[in-house]
């Protein structure tokens, strides 16, 4: 059984920025993603970000591409999501997902795994 253990989050001015961290225990094959949704306040829970760890390949939503970067550390087993220029539409609780598979999903009910969220409050 796949868990996830999310570290970060917090509260940051407009323009901050912060990181996350998303470390991985059970994973027995290298076929796995792991991303990050985030759901806001009466919204939807949407894509952010997700990293192939048999590829190295990332996919990022439009609306944080540039600004924000998923990465790993193998020793690890942890998946690290930097945001930078934070704005306020930002504010959400992030969610660390995972799912074996060698192809990439943005819709949240593909990923089976799920951390237990961290609050990210960006103040204008």
């Known amino acids: 059984q796949v868990q996830l253990v999310e570290l970060g989050g917090g509260l940051v001015q407009a323009g901050g920025s912060l990181r996350l961290s998303c470390a991985d225990s059970?994973?027995?094959?290298?076929?796995?993603?792991t991303g990050w949704f985030r759901q806001a306040p009466g919204k939807q829970r949407e894509f952010v970000s997700a990293?192939?760890?048999?590829?190295?390949?990332?996919s990022y939503a439009d609306s944080v591409k540039g600004r924000f970067t998923i990465s790993r550390d193998n020793a690890k087993n942890t998946v690290y999501l930097q945001m930078n220029s934070l704005k306020p539409e930002d504010t959400a609780v992030y969610y660390c997902?995972?799912?074996?598979?060698?192809?990439?999903?943005?819709?949240?009910?593909?990923?089976?795994?799920w951390g237990q969220g961290t609050q990210v409050t960006v103040s204008s």
């Open positions: 997902v995972g799912r074996y598979g060698t192809k990439l999903y943005v819709a949240a009910s593909y990923y089976p795994y």
């Open positions: 059970g994973r027995t094959f290298r076929t796995f993603f």
């Open positions: 990293f192939s760890w048999s590829d190295n390949s990332t």
